[in-house]
């Protein structure tokens, strides 16, 4: 790892010819790399972990305070990556009235009537918050590309669906991000890297887990037959929409561990290349905050 940063151990940079097979979803060769058992690497996670909250909790009151930007995180994978487990245990590092999350299922019969952005712009945080996406617009180029039965349903003009579609589709991604940036929300974007293997053994954790089975769906079985398409849908969205205003980042999610660790560092380093500060009183400002100090003051006295 060197003196690389998360954010830059994990990028996607710009016009790369980003392949899957070049990240590993277990972490196994970094860990070997550094010379680390797995009981020794999951300690560090987890100890790396805990700062890595607490820093966000800082960053994220500087983020409120400033009121210039916001943040929108962006969450993308396959059934049981662990999202939700992300945002439960980031969530567990801010205020949670400076941050809000959106899962986003299904379109409705009103959101199919608008353009496929549209449900998505209704969510996005103002200014001083971190909004959280639990699966997003990027659905319209992953889930729609590997079921394009799935375009009947939106009313479209007539018009081919062939690889000019989606490089339309990709255009106009790049070009909405491109916009929200301009605007002051920065983007930053997860894609949580699991490998089959794994999705099997969490499928069966949560057949015998009488707690878990509610989570379990015959669909989510069904859609391992996809998982080829679906890799290769990634890699072309990632490809195609890791931008220098709204990257992507590859996470291992083999180990739930690596990928919050990973998570919260890269966003607490999002919010700090910002540079905000607290918003400085004027010199009224100044008088009136000696003058409650004075009036407090008086009044323990006066008890």
């Known amino acids: 790892m060197g003196n690389r940063t998360m954010a830059e151990l994990f990028r996607v ?22 010379g680390l058992r797995k009981e020794d690497a999951r300690d560090k996670a987890q100890s790396f972990l805990k700062r890595s909250l607490e820093e966000l909790a800082d960053a994220q009151e500087v983020l409120w305070a400033s ?4 943040i929108l995180m962006v969450l993308q994978a396959m059934d049981a990556a662990g999202k939700d487990g992300i945002i439960e245990h980031v969530m567990s590092g801010m205020n949670p009235q ?8 299904r379109p409705s019969d009103e959101e199919l009537d608008h353009t496929f952005l549209w449900r998505c712009m209704k969510a996005l945080p103002e200014r ?13 180029v992953l889930v729609v590309r590997v079921h394009p039965e799935f375009l009947d349903r939106q009313k479209l003009p007539q018009g081919k669906r062939g690889k000019s579609f989606w490089k339309d589709r990709f255009e106009d991604i790049n070009t909405f991000e491109k916009h929200l940036a301009r605007s ?51 890699e072309d969205a990632i490809r195609e929409t890791s931008t220098e205003w709204a990257p992507w980042y590859v996470i291992p999610a083999d180990h739930k561990w690596v990928a919050r660790a990973a998570v919260a560092s890269i966003l607490t380093e999002t919010i700090r ?31």
């Open 184 to 234: 002051g929300t920065v983007i930053v974007k997860f894609f949580l890297n699991i490998s089959k293997e794994e999705q099997r053994e969490r499928f069966l954790a949560r057949l015998e887990d009488p707690r878990k089975q509610w989570k379990f769906s015959m669909a989510d079985l069904e859609e391992r037959n996809y998982w080829n398409d679906y890799m290769e849908a990634f």
């Open 67 to 70: 009121d210039t930007y916001s």
């Open 98 to 105: 400076g941050c809000q999350v959106y899962s986003f299922k």
């Open 273 to 303: 290349s910002l540079n905000l500060n607290f918003p400085e009183v004027d010199a009224q400002q100044r008088k009136e905050l000696v003058q409650a100090k004075k009036q407090l003051e008086k009044e323990k006295l006066q008890g």
């Open 13 to 34: 940079k710009p016009n790369s010819k980003f392949r899957l097979k070049g990240h590993d979803p277990a972490w196994e060769r970094i860990q070997e790399a550094r």
């Open 128 to 140: 001083g918050r971190i909004g959280i996406f639990n699966r997003s617009y990027y659905e319209e």
